[in-house]
Structures are given as C-alpha cells and as structure tokens.
C-alpha cells in the first residue's frame, strides 16, 4: 500500500509541477529548452504512470474492504463511464459544443471516471487510487480556471457540432469495448456484474 501512496504522490507531483513550481518549470525552460523539458516531462509520467498501474496491482492483493457498494452502484458507475469516455474522445478533437462547454473535458472525464470508480469499488487500494484522482483533477480545475483569468490560458473556440457527433459516436464505441471485453484484458475485473 506504501508504494501505491508513493507512486501517487511522484505522479501528481509531476502533473502539478505548473501549479505549485511554476518558475522552477519556466528556469527549466529557459536553462535546456522546451523540447528537452517535454522529453522529461513524457518520461517521467509514462514511468510513474507504470509505478502506479504496478503498485495499484500489488495493493489489490493486499487490500481490505472500506465499504461495500450495493450492485446497483456498478450500473451507475458505468454510466458515467459513457460520459466519461465521451469527454475524453471530445478533448482529443478540435472543440465542438462539449469542449466548449465543459472547458477542459480531459480533466472533467478524469473527475467523472475517478468518481465511478469511487462509486463501484469500495476496497482501500481503489478508495486511495481514484479519491487521489478526483482531488488532482479538483486541483488541476482550479488551476486551469487561475490561469485563464490571468491570461495565460487561452481556450481554443468553438469550430464546429460535427466533432461532438464523433465525440459521441467515438466515445460510445470504445465505451462498449471496454464494456465487452477491454476493461477485464486490461485491469482483470468485469466492470458490470454479470
């Protein structure tokens, strides 16, 4: 469980260095260049995005139970996993009416997926793993909105309703997927009890 909470912390550290050590990251910059900082910055989050999908594994097989949700929990669970699914496939498009309107769908479909989770799972390991991630997506929210208020955040504008129709059409199809057979590959758990 050590290693979950320590994998957690590095990844959010990295993923947070804009909001808590801006001018260390604008010094980097400045010092190597923004392509080698980028270069870094994959690195280190795919590695510790590793150290999380390990550690999250090896906390499953130790892990005890903080509460029991009851079967109807995993339906709605899923369901947020649609709109989940459908604001990520949005946030990897050019903006429609839900990037616009949700402003920044990566980090909401983060918030919604961490809650689903929240909802469904109810073993310490999964409680630790995505109430982690729905704070560091309250966070990043906040952030963002500091950001555009001060100007140094622009959102990109609205261009066109056809790329909420594939967000939708996009979002669906990997949804069920996921429903069929993609979440037990991946992860090893039937995401709707059967």
Request: net charge positive.
């Amino acid at each position: 469980m050590l290693l979950l909470v320590i994998s957690l912390i590095l990844f959010f550290g990295i993923h947070l260095v804009r909001v808590v050590a801006p001018g260390w990251r604008a010094s980097v910059i400045a010092a190597r260049g923004e392509r080698a900082w980028k270069l870094g910055y994959s690195v280190a989050s795919i590695a510790t995005l590793v150290l999380v999908i390990y550690a999250f594994g090896q906390a499953r097989q130790e892990t005890g139970i903080l509460y029991t949700p009851p079967v109807w929990m995993a339906h709605l669970s899923s369901l947020l996993m649609l709109v989940a699914m459908i604001c990520l496939v949005a946030s990897l498009m050019p903006p429609g009416h839900i990037s616009t309107k949700t402003k920044h769908p990566m980090v909401l479909s983060v918030k919604i997926w961490a809650l689903a989770h929240l909802l469904a799972n109810g073993e310490t390991s999964s409680v630790i793993l995505f109430a982690g991630f729905l704070a560091w997506g309250v966070v990043l929210r906040i952030a963002l909105k500091r950001r555009e208020r001060s100007g140094d955040l622009v959102r990109k504008p609205f261009l066109s309703a056809r790329y909420d129709a594939a967000a939708v059409v996009v979002g669906t199809i990997v949804y069920l997927l996921f429903i069929w057979r993609l979440h037990l590959w991946l992860i090893g758990v039937q995401p709707l009890p059967i």
